[in-house]
């Protein structure tokens, strides 16, 4: 992989670390409900979702797409999917929320919805209303999903 000048340091998250964070959001999320279903950010937050969902014993699961990012530039944002309503009731959730552009998206769909992240840089976290980890504006997180294999 190789780093984006803009950034300073790559840190790779483990499975095992999404898994715990994704438990902390929910603790923190337990007294915000109940919520109605989740509404999961593709591809980003598919993960926390489905963990999201055990932990909160939610069984309505749906998904928004936005594209953004690819492998190693970023771009106009591309809407894909919405889901219909303004998101009352709902929780939103994605991994991260950097620079605030998906999660400005988000909000102006589903300005009803209550957005959830597991990491929040400082450009991005005015517009999350639950986090759990803060992270620098210059780290790149690589979440296991998207980390090359080993051979």
């Known amino acids: 992989m190789t780093l984006d ?3 300073s340091h790559a840190c790779s998250l483990s499975w095992e670390e999404i898994h ?7 603790r923190k999320l337990r ?36 594209a953004g990012y690819d492998e190693s530039t970023r771009h106009d944002l591309e809407i894909l999917k919405r889901v219909p309503g303004d998101g009352t009731g709902w929780l939103v959730v994605d991994d991260l929320v ?3 552009r998906t999660a400005q ?8 919805g209550h957005y959830a992240t597991l990491y929040a840089k400082p450009s991005g976290r005015p517009l999350v209303h639950t986090h759990v980890e803060d992270v620098g504006q210059k780290t790149w ?11």
């Open 5 to 7: 000048p803009a950034f």
């Open 20 to 26: 715990s964070v994704s438990r902390r959001l929910a």
């Open 31 to 66: 007294d915000k409900g109940p919520f109605t279903g989740i509404i999961a950010v593709a591809r980003g937050g598919l993960v926390p979702a489905a963990i999201l969902a055990t932990e909160l014993g939610i069984r309505q699961v749906d998904t928004v797409c936005i």
């Open 98 to 100: 950097d620079t605030g």
């Open 105 to 112: 998206a988000i909000r102006d769909m589903l300005p009803g």
């Open 141 to 151: 997180l690589v979440f296991p999903w998207e980390a090359p294999e080993r051979a």
